[in-house]
């Protein structure tokens, strides 16, 4: 199992472009979610999808948007990017039935905006 | 609202020394505690995960305890060595809101040779 893979690694974007953050997991989990994670700070919230065809927004979701493609795919969307959304961005994802309520994180996506 | 804070930011011991990491949260009410390591630039690798009923859990050299009454955890890492150098993240999950981890800002330790 790859369990939960992120694309890019790195990315660099001009302030106003626009991209989508992939995600993607393998462990047949319901729960998907999206962090960012800012110098010296720990993770932080944006969105979630508790199962597939549901999200909810989190602690930090304004200028960000995303889709629950299916079961293993759960995609962050920047539409037009702005400098304060330098950040590196975790996937992870989560199986509702597990009463631990573990997560399980990608390697992150290296974003910054200039 | 559930705050999770990791105290000292950063840490810095001879090898050999002994290692305590802490970690407090305001809202008792929680499901698991767990204890990340971040390497610079890496990701997240988990380290321990202690659920609510429970007090401790020991993975090798690693001991994290859970005090739930007092919103403090703590992690215990015996006779550090300079690969134990990383940032440590604890985080929670509370009892009000399953789909959300809340993380600590982390310890940065720094393990002299």
């Known amino acids: 199992n790859a369990g939960v893979t992120q694309t890019p690694k790195f990315q660099v974007l001009k302030t106003g472009q626009s991209m989508t953050l992939q995600c993607a997991q393998d462990m047949n989990h319901n729960s998907m979610y999206w962090y960012r994670q800012d110098p010296g700070m720990g993770l932080r919230l944006i969105y979630y999808s508790a199962s597939e065809g549901t999200t909810d927004k989190g602690e930090v979701p304004n200028g960000y948007n995303v889709s629950r493609l299916n079961k293993r795919e759960f995609s962050l969307r920047l539409e037009s990017a702005a400098p304060s959304q330098t950040s590196v961005y975790f996937c992870?994802?989560?199986?509702?039935?597990?009463?631990?309520?573990?997560?399980?994180f990608g390697p992150g996506t290296r974003l910054t905006v200039t | 609202k559930q705050e999770v804070t990791q105290i000292p930011a950063a840490l810095s011991v001879p090898e050999g020394e002994n290692l305590v990491l802490n970690c407090s949260f305001t809202d008792s009410a929680i499901y698991n505690l767990q204890w990340f390591r971040q390497d610079p630039g890496k990701g997240l690798t988990s380290l321990l995960l202690?659920?609510?009923?429970?007090r401790e859990q020991t993975s090798g050299r690693l001991n994290a305890s859970l005090d739930k009454s007092s919103g403090r955890s703590t992690l215990y890492i015996a006779a550090s060595q300079p690969g134990d150098s990383a940032t440590y993240l604890c985080?929670?999950?509370?009892?009000?809101?399953?789909?959300?981890?809340?993380f600590g800002g982390g310890t940065r330790v720094l393990v002299k040779p």
């Open positions: 202690i659920q609510s009923s429970q």
């Open positions: 992870a994802s989560r199986r509702v039935q597990d009463t631990n309520y573990e997560q399980y």
């Open positions: 985080a929670v999950v509370v009892k009000a809101a399953v789909n959300k981890l809340t």
